[in-house]
T-cell receptor, first 116, second 114 residues
Framework: AQSVTQLGSHVSVSEGALVLLRCNYS??????LFWYVQYPNQGLQLLLKYTSAATLVKGINGFEAEFKKSETSFHLTKPSAHMSDAAEYFC??????????????FGQGTILTVHP | KAGVTQTPRYLIKTRGQQVTLSCSPISGHRSVSWYQQTPGQGLQFLFE???????NKGNFPGRFSGRQFSNSRSEMNVSTLELGDSALYLC?????????????FGPGTRLTVL
């Protein structure tokens, strides 16, 4: 079975500092990988996804993530944090092939706090 | 295109009652997935529907059920509500429900069971 681990349930950074949110997956075959963001009282919004080809994926709002098969990781980064980045971030995976239709498996989430 | 819409946004029920939640997907999307979000268990997959058929199901009791209509709109039903069913219920739509498809989420329905 696939699983996703997000290291650190809370991350706090200063405005302008680097944002690094960690995600590791467990799967015999590299899955499809996603990062979503959730603002209070809202649904989830896709930041970026990795499906194949380029291992460095650029997303919206200046975020990017790098797929590293050897480390089974897909960490999310942003060079300079903005106050508006404060939210909860979820890493998710879906299975390649097979019959896992419409199923995303999520990590437990990381709450990002940005200090002025 | 309009996004995924969910109704109602908020619900308060008492134990033992049943509830029906509705989800309208993005136009042209044929796959609808449902998730339960709680502080303790996080985001958990309930089930997925495509062309009015349930193709995938998570580990939830039979009290949780759903259906999809010919226009791809979907409903989920929870019978005999328990306190632990209090959660944010999210639906997401995608074109085909394939692994690489992006799932687009609605704002959710906040269910409180008293």
């Amino acid at each position: 079975a696939q699983s996703v681990t997000q290291l650190g349930s809370h991350v706090s950074v200063s405005e302008g500092a680097l944002v690094l949110l960690r995600c590791n997956y467990s799967s015999s075959v590299p899955p499809y990988l996603f990062w979503y963001v959730q603002y209070p009282n809202q649904g989830l919004q896709l930041l970026l996804k990795y499906t194949s080809a380029a291992t460095l994926v650029k997303g919206i709002n200046g975020f990017e993530a790098e797929f590293k098969k050897s480390e089974t990781s897909f960490h999310l980064t942003k060079p300079s944090a903005h106050m508006s980045d404060a939210a909860e971030y979820f890493c998710a995976v879906s299975k390649r092939g097979g019959t896992s239709y419409g199923k995303l498996t999520f990590g437990q989430g990381t709450i990002l706090t940005v200090h002025p | 295109k309009a996004g995924v819409t969910q109704t109602p946004r908020y619900l308060i029920k008492t134990r033992g009652q049943q509830v029906t939640l509705s989800c309208s997907p993005i136009s042209g999307h044929r796959s609808v997935s449902w998730y339960q979000q709680t502080p303790g268990q996080g985001l958990q997959f309930l089930f997925e529907y495509f062309s009015e058929t349930q193709r995938n199901k998570g580990n939830f009791p039979g009290r949780f059920s759903g259906r999809q209509f010919s226009n791809s709109r979907s409903e989920m039903n929870v019978s005999t509500l328990e306190l632990g069913d209090s959660a944010l219920y999210l639906c997401a739509s995608s074109p085909q429900g394939q692994g690489a498809d992006t799932q687009y989420f609605g704002p959710g329905t906040r269910l409180t069971v008293l």
